[in-house]
């Protein structure tokens, strides 16, 4: 499942991408693509998310 992915925890991601913590992270991500970053990684076409209304 891991697909060339790094495993890195999402606290470390979150730190990363400039949050100030995960909960602001996944809301954010939530927000924008519908789903939780770990409903995201178990979606199967990960691209057609992106264009599907929920």
């Known amino acids: ?5 790094s495993k890195e925890n999402l606290t470390t991601l979150s ?5 100030s913590d995960q909960s602001h992270l996944i809301r954010e991500f ?3 693509i519908g789903l939780t ?3 995201y990684v178990k979606t199967e076409n990960k691209m ?3 264009f599907i209304e929920l």
Request: hydrophobic fraction near 25%; charged fraction near 20%; avoid cysteine.
């Open 37 to 39: 970053p770990k409903q």
């Open 48 to 50: 057609a998310v992106n």
């Open 15 to 19: 730190y990363r991408a400039g949050y």
């Open 1 to 5: 499942m891991n697909q060339g992915i």
């Open 30 to 32: 939530k927000k924008n």
